[in-house]
């Protein structure tokens, strides 16, 4: 390989010897100007597109950003609210007043109700209640937030009971009030 190049250099400086002085310059001047422009092409414009390609890529990374932290002020002001407004409900009804009016409002009579010391958590016991209307107020009591069923016993009322039918039930249950 140095054989072939140092051939090569060999016959462009006989080449050269040849020439006259205004001849090797315009040599000189073509072959800088070719290095150059063979540089500007293979080098420059290279680099130049790829920098105009990252900046691409960061601006739309920067409006992402953006969209993604409104998002995130939207989603935290949602849950603020969501959270004063679960505080505040269940602040301004105690968790036996509560248990009360969700069992009226399905029609479900209350054989016990029996607060805790405390304040947060709650006995409640049904006498002989239709299992329909015990499972819809259950329900209900489950998507009420801030409240959560800690404990539930069924058994069925002594009496008359129909093969086939749930017939009635007693239950007793605890529930407690969740704070955030």
């Not at 054989?3 to 250099?9: E, I, M, P, S, Y």
């Not at 050269?16 to 070719?34: F, H, I, K, P």
């Not at 935290?76 to 959270?83: E, K, L, Q, V, Y």
């Amino acid at each position: 390989m140095t054989a072939v190049v140092t051939g090569l250099v060999t016959t462009f400086k006989r080449y050269l010897a040849r020439c006259t002085r205004r001849e090797q310059m315009y040599l000189l001047t073509a072959g800088v100007l070719l290095t150059l422009t063979a540089g500007w092409l293979l080098v420059w414009q290279p680099v130049f597109n790829a920098r105009a390609a990252s900046e691409s890529r960061l601006q739309y990374a920067e409006q992402n950003l953006a969209q993604v932290n409104t998002l995130a002020a939207e989603l935290a002001a949602i849950r603020n609210d969501m959270s004063e407004a679960s505080t505040q409900a269940t602040s301004v009804q105690p968790l036996p007043q509560v248990l009360n009016t969700l069992a009226a409002q399905i029609g479900l009579p209350v054989s016990s109700l029996e607060p805790a010391a405390d304040n947060q958590s709650a006995g409640v016991r049904f006498d002989a209640v239709s299992m329909p209307l015990l499972l819809a107020w259950l329900a209900e009591l489950e998507s009420t937030p801030g409240i959560r069923i800690e404990q539930l016993t069924l058994s069925p009322a002594s009496g008359t009971q129909v093969a086939g039918d749930a017939g009635p039930v007693n239950a007793s249950l605890r529930v407690r009030g969740v704070t955030r």
